[in-house]
């Protein structure tokens, strides 16, 4: 059975509609016809130039990513920027490309609800919700209360960290923790007002480590607090098409922040 691009898009945004995407997000199909013929999917976090040539190796001739290609419009395609470059690559290779970005933050599956797993948390619900059970962040109980030391070794552990940034660990025990994949600092406020006392995210500002009594905040990395989306579309993918060929990138660890 030959199958197309629009068949892969399909299961995809079963799970995370494209519908729910945020204003600002250019999730979806940015390269290619939906009524392309697809043999083999290669996904990753980022579709950076390497992706493109590594899809060209092994014959993908379809690319998945969580952070879209092309976030804005692009006034010129040049290979003298990454974008430009993978855009060029793709394009003579015959590779479509899909991102699905916002669209698989605000699925309580998507995620956040990865990061919660990770955790153990127990009831499990979205932090900003802006429908039926869909939005962004989650937020959830802890079996059992931890202190903040706690709490930094259990997450350092589960999200194979270096290193983290923390606002000041707070003195009582934590019991609720809320958290956003990805850039997250628009959530403090959501996360406070849900009865977390921590909230666990990426990208956060300078300015919002100066947290209220009974507060606490970590910043474990962008990349680090989304990773696991790559995993989660990987098998959604080779579930529903299991005659094809379905990989994750060799080199998965596309994050343009260095730790020293």
Not at 76 to 93: E, H, M, R, T
Request: charged letters at 20%.
């Amino acid at each position: 059975m030959e199958y197309k691009v629009k068949d892969v898009i399909r299961v995809i945004e079963d799970f995370a509609p494209l519908s729910l995407q945020e204003g600002w997000d250019n999730s979806g199909l940015c390269i290619g016809s939906p009524d392309a013929s697809v043999s083999g999917v290669l996904l990753g976090l980022d579709c950076t130039p390497e992706l493109v040539d590594e899809a060209v190796a092994c014959g993908a001739d379809m690319i998945v990513t969580h952070h879209p290609l092309i976030f804005s419009g692009l006034k010129k395609i040049s290979p003298d920027n990454q974008v430009g470059q993978a855009v060029i690559k793709a394009i003579q290779a015959g590779i479509s490309i899909y991102a699905a970005h916002t669209s698989a933050d605000k699925v309580v599956a998507g995620v956040s609800g990865a990061m919660a797993a990770r955790l153990g948390l127990e009831n499990v619900s979205i932090l900003d919700e802006d429908g039926e059970g869909t939005g962004l962040g989650v937020v959830g109980d802890l079996h059992t209360p931890i202190s903040a030391d706690e709490a930094i070794r259990l997450v350092k552990e589960r999200f194979s960290l270096k290193a983290m940034r923390t606002s000041k660990p707070l003195e009582g025990m934590i019991t609720r923790v809320a958290m956003c994949g990805g850039s997250g600092g628009s959530l403090i406020g959501a996360a406070r007002r849900s009865g977390a006392q921590l909230y666990i995210s990426g990208d956060i500002s300078y300015h919002n480590f100066f947290t209220e009594d009974g507060f606490m905040i970590m910043d474990i990395g962008h990349y680090e607090s989304e990773i696991e989306i790559v995993d989660i579309l990987f098998s959604l993918i080779k579930k529903n098409f299991p005659t094809f060929a379905v990989r994750i990138t060799q080199n998965i660890y596309s994050n343009p922040i260095f730790y020293f």
